[in-house]
């Protein structure tokens, strides 16, 4: 597997279409997936999805197809307390939003959703006491870049990641019931 990233801290989608390195990037090989990760609040606010996400979104699907390559939406997760400030008091809430901010862009552009976000929602209401996130509140721990690796392999392979050998420094437990959560996506998108 042959893996590039083009990150920059704090990026929306809108900046890497007015960088050059996405064009770069996409010349640089022949890539199977680009998968497009908005900043984690953009997606949450519907004016800020509409305005700044959705355009951006359109122009990079156009690019990543007209270099052969398969577009891939990364649905994250809702911050651990929401985003009050823009009326999603709750972590569920916030979800929510982010979850109908890439649903919708995904079904207007035939673009496959890698729905973290969903598993990471499954996950908490099956284990309450998961540790997704780092203290942050916005970051993933261990638990949640593996449950994140785990969708991630359930989009591009279609099959179960239950039953896979690695699982970090997580317990086998923890691991399986990341597995578990990140396969219920299959049956139940």
Sequence with gaps: ???GTI?????ALENHVEASQIGKTLTSSQ????????????PSVEYSRTNFMYPAVRILVKQIRSNNAQPLL????GHRYGYPENGMP?????QYEIDQGYLTIARELNVPVAQVGLAWFRALKN????????????HPSEQGTYLAAC?????????????????????EEVATQLQEAAASILVNP
Excluded: A
Excluded at 74 to 77: D, K, L, Y
Excluded at 90 to 94: I, R, T
Excluded at 127 to 138: A, R
């Design 151 to 171: 969708v991630f392999y359930v989009t591009i392979y279609k099959e179960s990641p239950v039953g896979l050998n690695y699982r970090g420094n997580l317990s």
């Design 90 to 94: 709750s972590y569920e809430s916030m």
């Design 74 to 77: 990364f649905e994250t997760w």
């Design 1 to 3: 597997m042959e893996v």
């Design 7 to 11: 990150v920059e801290g704090g990026f």
């Design 31 to 42: 890539w199977d997936y680009v998968v497009l990760q908005e900043q984690s609040q953009l």
């Design 127 to 138: 284990d309450p006491k998961l540790q997704l996130w780092q203290e942050d509140g916005s």
